[in-house]
């Protein structure tokens, strides 16, 4: 019933988004670039149909039957660093997870769900200003950080039907404190609160996965290094009626090392997993523990970093926040000691900046991960 009819499409090799687009790329009546200085949010409040280089050949998928729920594993993150047996179990799970679906639903990391609540109350907030407001904070182009788009893809990739805002958070002196929002007044003591609690989460998790593959528990800590980097997404998507001709989020596979996906009560967030894609299940107090590329090569592949997109909803807009968690730039990341087997069996070469590398393809409406395989 979910196969896909082109699995060619999402292979890691080759385009994710179809040729379609490029053919309806060359019908555009208006560059991307002066596309994207209207943002989608006032094209929603203004009642425009989404323009060309918005509709993606990929939503015409969603139309079909409603997806099943991914089955993604909760996993405690108290009981796993506690000393009593049913850790070794979680710890089970916990790998499990990440080698199936590659990711799990975190609970017990720590975080107050009233914390979690106010985290995605001043995102919306933040959304929901005048636009004159958030302007103060527009990302040039070709910038990343900011609000407003990703930078604009390549000729005959679709845009995502989305506003972001994208702020380096980690270390501090990376940070470029004229993107970082002064309205609402509690956003810049919420962000930094969220970032150190993130801290201790990655502590506890990189732990956990490194004890569940058996291996030195803080080997994924020092591959990922002291200048591991944060950087945080907040994600509106607004109303769409045209869920079958946009997508909030085209597909793709994260270039982190690992991402925290904190969601509202919208579902949205798919998962692709044996060419079929599955609704995560939303869980206001849980994180959503996402893998991403450089796992999947630390893990010698044992690890998967899961295709994902975000479809767009006819009824309610949704509110995401991702924190990318990212190894520090200029460090060699492989397969990490103890994960090649005693035939050095090893399955992805060493690389540095793979993040960098990831972008250049996602852009073109590819993986990147092929590069870093043997
Ligand atoms: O909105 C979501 O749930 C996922 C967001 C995501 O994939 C991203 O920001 O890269």
């Given amino acids: ?20 687009n490029q053919k309806m790329a060359q019908v555009t009546p ?22 060309q280089p918005y509709k993606c050949r990929e939503a015409e998928s969603t139309k079909t039957d409603s997806p099943p729920l991914a089955e993604i594993p909760t996993i405690d993150l108290s009981q796993i660093s506690s000393p009593h047996s049913h850790a070794q179990a979680e710890l089970g799970r916990l790998k499990s997870a990440l080698c199936s679906w590659g990711s799990f639903q975190a609970v017990g990391h720590g975080i107050s769900s009233s914390f979690l609540n106010e985290m995605r109350q001043v995102a919306r907030e933040f959304f929901e200003q005048p636009m004159e407001e958030k302007a103060r904070y527009a990302k040039g182009v070709t910038e990343m950080e900011g609000y407003g788009a990703d930078p604009v893809p390549e000729e005959g990739q679709p845009l995502d039907w989305q506003d972001r805002l994208f702020l380096d958070v980690y270390p501090h002196d990376k940070r470029n404190p004229k993107f970082w929002p002064e309205k609402p007044a ?10 150190e609690k993130m801290r201790v989460v990655i502590e506890v998790v990189s732990k956990a996965m490194a004890n569940s593959l058996n291996i030195e528990e803080n080997c994924f800590l020092n591959a990922f290094g002291e200048r591991a980097t944060l950087q945080a997404r907040f994600n509106y998507y607004s109303r769409s009626q045209f869920p079958d001709l946009v997508l909030g989020i085209k597909s793709h596979a994260d270039g982190s090392g ?9 579902e949205g967030l798919q998962v692709l997993k044996n060419d079929c894609w599955y609704t995560v299940p939303v869980n206001p107090q849980a994180i ?19 295709v994902h997109r ?32 005693e035939d050095g069996n090893v399955l992805y070469k060493k690389m540095k900046d793979y ?7 996602y ?7 092929h590069l870093a395989q043997i």
């Fill in 288 to 306: 959503l523990v996402l893998m991403g590329d450089q796992m999947e090569i630390m893990t010698n592949g044992i690890f998967k970093s899961p």
């Fill in 355 to 361: 993040g960098t590398i990831h972008w250049d393809y």
């Fill in 30 to 51: 208006l560059k991307a670039e002066i596309l994207l200085a209207t943002r989608v949010q006032e094209m929603v409040l203004h009642g425009k149909d989404p323009p």
């Fill in 186 to 195: 509690s956003f810049r003591r919420l962000l930094e609160e969220c970032t």
């Fill in 258 to 266: 690992y991402t925290f996906i904190l969601q509202d009560d919208v």
């Fill in 363 to 369: 852009q073109k409406g590819l993986r990147a991960i």
């Fill in 1 to 20: 019933m979910c196969k896909l009819k082109n699995t060619a499409a999402l292979s890691p090799k080759i385009l994710i988004d179809s040729i379609e």
């Fill in 310 to 341: 975000v479809l767009t909803n006819s009824e309610r807009e949704r509110i995401s926040i991702a924190v990318f968690y990212t190894p520090e730039p200029g460090k060699e990341i492989g397969p990490v000691d103890g994960l090649v087997d």
